[in-house]
T-cell receptor
């Protein structure tokens, strides 16, 4: 059984640029959630995708957007990057309808200069 | 909105001893789930233990157990026979049984284990 994977591991961007982060869900999982973890803080929920549809969103502006593909992998897109977007971005997958256990990926460290 | 508070930024324990990490939460709901996650230095978050609010019995997973006090909105994690591999950030998290399927995390507690 393959776990949750994320790419890239690290990324450096400048203010105003756009970035795409990728996540492959664990085998058999059709739900992907994205979280932002600023340094020294707990993760904050960005949004969740279930069967290719957005299924809940946290308190993040529209410049944070996402996609889920037919194979249930997912992308997180952030436009007009700001310095405060520097964080670890975590992806978590789970089975549809069973939101109790989310399996996390290793994260993508985004630095905005 | 629900909030989760971990009042201990850092804790230290001697190997083989017991340590308790604290967590309190605020909610007006009666049906929800609580979790403890471990995030080792390698960053991958791992579920340690979970508790359904409707269950009175405290959850236990090997050396890990919780003390769930629903009226007090308290959910502490006890680690028995601490091991060097237990050193990590520990996050308490809340999920409503209704509404958006999101986890609300506390700020975390860094656990250090001394040999």
């Amino acid at each position: 059984e393959t776990g949750v994977t994320q790419s890239p591991t690290h990324l450096i961007k400048t203010r105003g640029q756009q970035v795409t982060l990728r996540c492959s869900s664990q085998s058999g999982h059709n739900t992907v959630s994205w979280y932002q973890q600023a340094l020294g803080q707990g993760p904050q929920f960005i949004f969740q995708y279930y069967r290719e549809e957005e299924n809940g969103r946290g308190n993040f502006p529209p410049r944070f957007s996402g996609l889920q593909f037919p194979n249930y992998s997912s992308e997180l897109n952030v436009n007009a990057l700001e310095l405060d977007d520097s964080a670890l971005y975590l992806c978590a997958s789970s089975r549809g309808g069973d939101f109790n256990e989310q399996f996390f990926g290793p994260g993508t460290r985004l630095t905005v200069l | 909105a629900q909030t989760v508070t971990q009042s201990q930024p850092e804790m230290s324990v001697q190997e083989a001893e017991t340590v308790t990490l604290s967590c309190t939460y605020d909610t007006s709901e009666s049906d929800y789930y609580l979790f403890w996650y471990k995030q080792p230095p390698s960053r991958q978050m791992i579920l340690v233990i979970r508790q359904e609010a409707y269950k009175q019995q405290n959850a236990t997973e090997n050396r890990f157990s919780v003390n769930f006090q629903k009226a007090a909105k308290s959910f502490s994690l006890k680690i028995s026979d601490s091991q060097l591999g237990d050193a990590a950030m520990y996050f308490c998290a809340y999920r409503s049984a209704r509404g958006p399927p999101m986890l609300t995390f506390g700020g975390g507690t860094r656990l250090m284990v001394k040999p």
